[in-house]
């Protein structure tokens, strides 16, 4: 018998529209392409690129975007989200992501459990100023109430020299750490997906 299949989206929140360079783009293609070593297909959302109305709402209606992003996330088991850094914060469109994800807290399926219990979610951060640990952090505590599962050490940041200009996505290469981070969090993601499909966790009832 042959295993489905798993899936991932990755949700770049770059402030920048396409087609400009995007250092969140690269470390999201990055968690993809580390996925796919692990049997996860998955796509990148722009988020920036499309018209995501602000609220905490499923759907902000009058053209909102959200609605077709969030089917994405919905059928997929693993998501992506990567944000860069300004001011010491995560961007204005990881914010309203993640306030759009507020939805699913109180969304349940048949067997009592939120929408989202059983899918898996990882980071990713990049800047040239300090505040990764902090985003991360935020970042992890929203997907958590929202109902993903952030698998042992799932994320991943770059951070620059202070208040110089290089991004991460003008590097010669990835650093090592970053890189070594990245695939950590993308096997453990995967592995951990597979369980929670295979073993889901108890009815809320």
């Not at 059928?75 to 699913?104: F, I, K, N």
């Not at 991943?156 to 290089?166: L, V």
């Amino acid at each position: 018998m042959t295993e489905t299949p798993l899936t991932a989206v990755a949700l770049s929140c770059t402030l920048k529209p396409s087609p400009s360079s995007s250092s969140s783009d690269l470390m999201a293609q990055q968690y993809l392409d580390a996925l796919a070593e692990h049997d996860v297909s998955g796509s990148l959302v722009r988020v920036v690129d499309h018209d995501v109305r602000p609220g905490v709402e499923r759907d902000m209606g009058d053209g909102d975007a959200w609605p077709t992003i969030r089917s994405q996330v919905v059928a997929a088991e693993v998501l992506v989200v990567v944000t860069p850094t300004w001011m010491g914060h995560m961007s204005s469109v990881a914010q309203r992501v993640l306030e759009r994800l507020d939805a699913e807290i109180s969304e349940t399926r048949e067997d009592g459990n939120p929408l989202m219990y059983g899918k898996v979610a990882v980071v990713g951060v990049v800047g040239n100023e300090d505040g990764a640990h902090k985003i991360t952090a935020d970042l992890y505590q929203a997907l958590d109430d929202a109902g993903f599962t952030v698998p042992a050490q799932g994320g991943t940041y770059w951070n620059g020299e202070a208040m110089h200009t290089t991004d991460y996505d003008e590097l010669e290469e990835t650093p090592e750490a970053t890189a070594s981070a990245l695939s950590a969090a993308a096997a453990n993601a995967a592995h951990l997906a597979r369980l929670l499909r295979d073993r889901p966790y108890p009815s809320g009832g």
